[in-house]
């Protein structure tokens, strides 16, 4: 250990991760790209450290450097290197680990998620299908597959909760639309099943991939593809929902992630228990979850305020 480098400790622990943790592309993209700036960071002008040369006050030192962050971006970064130093102390055994002398407390101010409004959510279902039903005839067959592949995408991003990056991934396979049962792979590679029973959302599935090349019906081949055949990456399923948001005249910004939002507070005001929720979303923990109980808590607000018998009251 008194030869190892940081550099070549990262590699270790980034093989560790992929190889025998198998953690997702995502996490070990964000691990590389967060130990890669600590590395850079406390060798400073050396290029390389020894990792006995880490100790607490270069750890100290870091997190200085990192106060101009977000208090999000500062815990995950943080929370990397943490994991780095918890590997390499169990695979070397005189390794002295420098974190275990600090006792960080970062607090995350609470952000409550964005919600659509039941209005804003017909405006844009109002739009594509008009779209479909006005114009559709006379689009060329290349905007008539995007259309159909528009109005999928927010179909099943309102209808399951689905994150963007599982809607990416998802493959012919994982997409029943005789039984609508939807097999997600989520964070940590754990699968989860939704069923899905709106018939206007499975119907909006069998159009969008009725419209597709035979060579797009194999099980493995991705589900929602660009017009090249390849799988719709995140960034263009955001650039989708962006647009489509835009056109139906909405004053906002939308996400892939504000229909996921907007399907778990939909589900909690109608009375579901948060625990299903937290199962159906896929959150490893109810903490996350609840979250969506403050948004509720504003609804509330609005109820009492605008309905409440004593409104019509007079003053005694």
Known sequence: MKTLFVSSAIERFLFHC????????YTLSAYALDLRQFRIYISK??????????????????LKFLSFYKPKSIKRKLASVKAFFHY??????????????????????????SVLSSAEIASIFNFLYQQKHLVFATLPEGKRRHLLRGIAIIELLFGSGIRVSELSTLTNSSVDMETGILRIHGKGNKERIIYICQQSILAALREYKAGQTPCASCSQAPF?????????EPQSIRNIVRKISHQAGLNKRVTPHTFRHTFATSLLEEGV?????????????????QIYTHVTNLSQRNILLTHHPRRRIPYS
């Not at 002008?45 to 870091?62: A, F, N, Q, R």
């Not at 390499?88 to 998620?113: A, G, S, T």
Request: charged share 30%; aromatic share 8%.
């Open 18 to 25: 992929q190889y025998e943790k198998k953690l997702s592309g």
């Open 45 to 62: 002008s050396k290029g390389d450290l020894l990792l006995g040369e880490c100790s607490t006050e270069k750890i100290k030192d870091y």
């Open 88 to 113: 390499i102390e169990m695979v070397e055994d005189d390794f002295c680990n420098p974190m275990h002398k600090l006792h960080i407390r970062i607090k995350l101010p609470l952000v409550l998620p």
């Open 224 to 232: 929602f593809t660009n017009r090249y055949g390849r799988r719709l």
């Open 273 to 289: 228990d948060i625990k299903y929720i937290q199962t159906i979303l896929g959150h490893s923990s109810l903490s996350t979850t």
